[in-house]
């Protein structure tokens, strides 16, 4: 476990919380990358981010809470390639951040690519691939941390490479009232840093499932789901066991495009959740998806979204967390140059089998404004608030940001 250790006060800093306030009275719109031609049918376009970051509860303690301030660099590419019969796109991104802290634990480096292509070889025969590499990163003081206190002076941040790939299959024509699709994933994930303490949080997850859409009318479909999760941890804890786990879920539904100012998706069902080698039956539950969204106007949008999920359980007396989450945004454009968002979300997380629940709420209100037509500046202020049944682990951590975003 890593231990803080503070060895001197560092100053509560305003200044950039007050220009980022200061900008979002102002009023702007993103622009989006801009693409050329390279070559052999390709489009490609580059993007810089720049921005200072004030941070407040660096560590997401529940007392007596660490400030920080620092940068963040981002810049990010793609290609695109389309013709008759299919598309490419290739995408890639390395992003450094550094903080006034000592050591390491305020430093990071993470990068990856993703690649996708979409084939139609025939009018009723589709192919899509999807692949992707991510080296990323656990925030000291969450995930395996969350009850430790880093030392500013030594230590490692909890780094780990993550894979996947992805196949889909689908059957039916564009005219067509039925389509089905069948797909396989999977994805991995390894950490490569503090490999005695966090070798337990790798994991191999491979997925199925199944999709039958009926049209009713040429906007609205029923659709048919049915998918199956397994998760399998590459060693067990003494505490829990055999972590292993598969789930199955079925959700039927209505899905609907442009009827009016709305489209959606709605699914509901049941699922099942059973452990590898536990007497214990599998746990039954309601399902459910839903993606709603609503255009008043030209100029805004309101998204809603919600649904329950299964993720990885990262601490070793957890056999799984168990979440339910809800989120809106409205995006809103006042004029050509000037775009804002405002967004909130709720997640409740059952952590099945040590008794703990957790609710996690975050909101989030950003502004751009285009300067010229490759620059844009933004700023945005966002906070993220647990509480948790276990003491010792609720935090409330606000951030601010502004920055730069250069599109040539």
Known sequence: MIVIRRQWGLPQPVALVAAALALVSLPALAQQPRLYQVGGGFLGGVTVEASAVQVENFFYEDTESVSASGYRVRPSASLT????????????????????LRGSLDSTFDYGGNARYDWRPLTKHSFDFAGGYQRGHDPAGLVRTEEGRPLFDQGEVDEWDQTRLSLTYGYGSPSSLARNELSIGVRNREYVTNRDATRFLNYDVRQLGYLLSYAYSPKTAFVFVLANNAIDYEIPVRASGNRNLNEFAARTGVRWVATGKTSGDVQVGVRSVSLDGRARPSRQAFAWRANLEWVPTARSTLRFSTGESTSETYRNDTLYIDNKNYSLSWRQSWTSRLDSTVSANYIDSEFVGSGRKDETV??????????????????????RNRESTLNGLDYDAPQARLGVRWTP
Request: aromatic content about 12%; overall charge negative; glycine content about 10%.
């Open 362 to 383: 975050s909101a989030n209100i950003g502004i751009d404004y285009q300067v010229l037509a490759p620059l844009t500046v933004f700023a945005d202020l966002s906070s």
């Open 81 to 100: 390639r389309t013709d008759s019969i299919g598309s490419l796109r290739l995408d890639g991104y390395g992003e450094y951040s550094d903080y006034d």
